[in-house]
């Protein structure tokens, strides 16, 4: 674990053999870079470089929402679905943009968000990197009195051009251009090809789509200098379990930044109180 500055943020760099990660507690507890090789693989927006907030100057959470925006920052995160439960549709600002404590066990850093005013949900992001592998666990827990169902959803944001490869049968996903009337419909092919569907994402087409893979895992490929990256992501699924959004994996692509979005999602439960559920990932690139 090294100190540095990124983009004008405070964070800690993470390395192992050609995998380097740098952790950004002070903005939602993101991974704000991840480089192979020297390559970055994550997106970040230089319109809001070195951005950071006091929570405690957000005493109406509704007007500070309408006078941020919807912001993107960049790099991986965990927000929290289902979308339709954020107010004024953008995410909870105490877990997406509040620092993180940061905490050191052994070699694993622990990200923990405060208790969201808007939810009374709390996220706790634990990322390892050993043997030129990442672990990230996500966990996400109802510090309310009061059973909530929510699900954990995290976002990586990939510089694009990138593709994916998800395995999966022709009709498990689909465009949500008929969930949300702001979306065109998608112009790729959704069917399955040897169990996979494939996913472009190179220009600047608006779309989104979503479904339920064979199993937990994908692959992201991506160009960088004429070479071709591959990201491999294991993560946790249950084929019996619900998902919010009826989506285990969500793939959006940016018409307005160079980036593409792979998200994926936990098992959508109802949680008493401290309850929590987690959703766990092994990021292997070459």
């Known amino acids: 674990m090294t100190p540095i500055n990124i983009y004008g943020w405070d964070g800690f760099q993470l390395k192992s053999d050609d995998l380097t990660a740098v952790i950004t507690p002070a903005i939602g507890g993101r991974i704000m870079s991840l480089k192979f090789k020297g390559q970055e693989l994550l997106f970040a927006d230089p319109k809001h470089f070195a951005e950071t907030f006091d929570p405690r100057l957000w ?12 912001r993107v920052w960049g790099g991986d995160k965990t927000w929290v679905a289902p979308q339709k439960d954020w107010l004024l549709g953008i995410p909870p600002l105490d877990l997406d943009a509040a620092p993180y404590a940061l905490t050191w066990q052994k070699d694993e850093a622990v990200m ?8 009374g949900l709390q996220i706790i992001r634990r ?3 050993q043997q030129g592998q990442l672990r990230l666990t996500e966990e996400l827990y109802n510090r309310t009195d009061k059973p909530v169902k929510k699900g954990l959803w995290n976002v990586t944001q990939l510089r694009r051009p990138c593709s994916f490869r998800i395995p999966s049968t022709s009709q498990a996903f689909r465009s949500y251009h008929q969930e949300d009337k702001t979306l065109p419909v998608f112009q790729g092919d959704l069917s399955s ?13 608006l ?3 979503g479904g339920i893979p064979s199993c937990g895992e994908l692959d992201i490929e991506l160009d960088r200098d004429g070479q071709k990256i591959c990201w491999k992501k294991t993560f946790t699924f249950d084929a019996q379990s619900l998902y919010a959004h009826a989506s285990a994996v969500e793939i ?5 930044l160079p980036y593409a979005e792979i998200e994926l999602h936990s098992s959508f439960k109802t949680l008493g109180c401290n309850e929590s559920i987690r959703l766990e990932q092994l990021w292997q690139i070459s």
């Open 193 to 205: 090809w040897e169990g996979k569907i494939s996913v472009e994402c190179r220009t600047s087409d």
């Open 127 to 129: 990322i390892v990197l």
């Open 252 to 256: 959006f692509n940016s018409p307005d």
């Open 207 to 209: 779309f989104k789509v």
């Open 59 to 70: 005493r109406d959470l509704s007007q500070t929402k309408k006078s941020l925006g919807f």
């Open 112 to 119: 923990t968000s405060p208790i969201c005013r808007e939810t």
